[in-house]
């Protein structure tokens, strides 16, 4: 896993290479990431699910007949629960449109910002689409609650802290979960799928890194201060790995990754390739004002 962690992280510091961060590239639950989270008042929100066959496409799964019933139940509930977080990651994307606009950001970042939201439409179709063929009934999203959802969320430094959290962290942890997840995949179509989707949300994570290092180059040394507060919250995290359990290898010949595998490779993502891209960033933002680089503190082991 650390060497495929590893190569992701390199193929993330590419990627923003060809944008704003080019000099980067030279210097728990079940599931595969579920793309951006969709925050109101720091907590994740997504919808209800509902019996409905306009979300799901066909999508044709060689093993669902075959499976025994309760790993079909299994995978089914676990490819829900990421569909209703890759459909929240629609009104996540839409909301950062929104805070673009209201910040006058480039159009390159609206126009990415738009196109995510198209591919996230399109990974919650997916998701609803295998769930529906492990469980043999569709399966759809109810309403999504956005009360809430623009409250403090307006300002430069609320933005930047919002995207930090939504984007470089959960996105490129959402890339690496998909790349990880398509790696012990046993379904054509399910291995088919997390490519696409581990590629998209490359893309998105570059979008944050992005936004982020324009956000640092006209916010100065306060949104400096408020970007490293954010990373060095995140260095401080260090939870303990749930136990690994008998549904494992069920779960990962179905795509989803176990909570134990996620842990672990949240962790490697953390420390291999979210704060030392953050530091990078930061020094460079400092650099460019002629101040002492902002301090992320090293990660607690």
């Given at each position: 896993?650390r060497?495929?962690v ?5 193929r993330l ?5 060809r944008g ?8 728990s639950g ?5 793309g951006?989270?969709f925050?109101v008042?720091?907590?994740a929100?997504?919808a209800e699910?509902?019996?409905r066959?306009d979300?799901p ?7 669902t007949s075959a499976?025994?019933?309760?790993r ?8 829900t ?8 990651s629609?009104?996540?994307?839409a909301?950062?449109?929104?805070q673009?606009?209201?910040l ?7 126009e ?7 591919d ?31 409250e ?11 995207v ?6 959960g996105?490129?942890?959402a890339a690496?979960?998909?790349a990880?997840?398509?790696?012990h995949?046993t379904?054509?179509a ?8 581990s590629r998209?949300?490359?893309r998105h994570?570059?979008?944050a890194?992005?936004f982020?290092?324009?956000a640092l180059r ?11 507060r ?9 939870p303990q ?11 990962l010949?179905?795509?989803i990754?176990?909570?134990n595998?996620?842990?672990?490779l949240?962790?490697e993502?953390i420390?291999?390739v979210?704060?030392?891209?953050a ?6 933002a400092?650099?460019?004002e ?5 301090v992320?503190?090293?990660r607690?082991?």
């Open positions: 896993m060497t495929r590893l190569v992701w992280g390199q510091f590419a990627a923003v290479g704003p961060l080019a000099r980067l590239a030279g210097s079940t599931g595969v990431g579920g951006r989270p925050l008042h720091r907590r929100r997504v699910t509902t019996s066959s979300w496409h066909d999508i044709a799964l060689l093993a499976s025994a019933s309760a079909r139940e299994l995978l089914a509930q676990s490819w629960e990421i569909a209703l977080m890759e459909h929240a629609i009104a996540a994307f909301r950062f449109t929104l673009l606009l209201s006058g950001a480039p159009p390159d970042l609206v990415r910002s738009n196109a995510a939201q198209v996230e439409t399109r990974h919650a179709r997916v998701c609803f689409a295998i769930a529906s063929a492990y469980g043999a009934k569709s399966v759809g999203p109810g309403t999504l609650r956005i009360d809430g959802a623009l403090h969320t307006s300002s430069l430094l609320d933005v930047l802290v919002g930090i959290e939504e984007g470089c962290i996105e490129t942890i690496l979960e998909a990880e997840a398509r790696e995949a379904e054509p399910v291995r088919k799928e997390l490519s696409c989707i998209d949300e490359l994570a570059e979008l890194w992005s982020v290092e324009w006209i916010g100065g040394a306060e949104a400096c201060s408020a970007a490293a954010a990373f060095s919250a995140l260095a401080r995290q260090s790995p749930p136990p690994a359990s008998a549904e494992d290898a069920a779960l010949a179905g795509g990754l176990p909570a595998v996620k842990a672990a949240r962790d993502a420390e291999t979210i704060l030392p891209c530091r990078r960033v930061l020094d460079r400092c650099a460019r002629g101040r002492e680089a902002s992320i503190q090293q607690e082991i």
